[in-house]
Antibody, heavy 119, light 111 residues
Framework: EVQLVESGGGLVKPGGSLGLSCTASGFTFNIYSMSWVRQAPGKGLEWVSSISSTSRSIYYADSLQGRFTISRDNAKNSLFLQMNSLRAEDTAVYYC????????????WGRGALVTVSS | QSALTQPRSVSGSPGQSVTISCTGTSSDVGGYNYVSWYQQHPDKAPKLMIYDVSERPPGVPDRFSGSKSGNAASLTISGLQAEDEADYYC???????????FGTGTKVTVL
């Protein structure tokens, strides 16, 4: 059974930092590109960042303005998102997703981790 | 890149068909055959329903179908069922920088 389990969410003050992790199982993690997609409360889905299977290619949404860093550890079947200089508008559920090899769609999704930025 | 445009809501009776539009630009929807659709029930993770414009993953009922013409894509649900009531999002490849762009989302209500 495929599983993506996010961890590390929580409450953080504006300007603070937080790191998210995602542990994958049930599929060959090291051949899938991985991504983070977020959803603000009551709002739609927003693509955040993607990383290729070898970490060679990394992409970010323009709106992040260099504040987030995506990384992965294929030996540990894990995906990470380091978030710095957090703002109220970063409050959202952050989903870990996997992109089918050679494809351009999100085939597996985690249950999400809630990040709340508030003083 | 701005979010793709979807209608806020659509509705239909059981057994009827509904179609959700997804309008983008030549830089996203019109430029690639990489449109996907996701179903999201309340407080649940999204689920892939259609990929590459019109392909269905294993396990997705064939009453879900997708198409594209120019800068607009569509998802049609035929033979609407109660369990189809959910939010639906389109997504397109957006090029080399904005890799993916999602639609604004459509709430499907089964009357």
């Amino acid at each position: 059974e495929v599983q993506l389990v996010e961890s590390g969410g929580g409450l953080v003050k504006p300007g603070g930092s937080l790191g998210l992790s995602c542990t994958a199982s049930g599929f060959t993690f090291n051949i899938y590109s991985m991504s983070w997609v977020r959803q603000a409360p009551g709002k739609g889905l927003e693509w955040v960042s993607s990383i290729s299977s070898t970490s060679r290619s990394i992409y970010y949404a323009d709106s992040l303005q260099g504040r987030f860093t995506i990384s992965r550890d294929n030996a540990k079947n894990s995906l990470f998102l380091q978030m710095n200089s957090l703002r109220a508008e970063d409050t959202a559920v952050y989903y870990c997703t996997s992109t089918y090899p050679g494809g351009n769609y999100f085939v597996y999704w985690g249950r999400g981790a809630l990040v709340t930025v508030s003083s | 890149q701005s979010a793709l445009t979807q209608p806020r809501s659509v509705s239909g009776s059981p057994g009827q068909s509904v179609t959700i539009s997804c309008t983008g630009t030549s830089s996203d929807v019109g430029g690639y055959n990489y449109v996907s659709w996701y179903q999201q029930h309340p407080d649940k993770a999204p689920k892939l329903m259609i990929y590459d414009v019109s392909e269905r993953p294993p396990g997705v009922p064939d009453r879900f179908s997708g198409s594209k013409s120019g800068n607009a894509a569509s998802l049609t649900i035929s033979g609407l069922q109660a369990e189809d009531e959910a939010d639906y999002y389109c997504c397109s490849h957006g090029g080399s920088y904005t890799l993916y762009v999602f639609g604004t989302g459509t709430k499907v209500t089964v009357l």
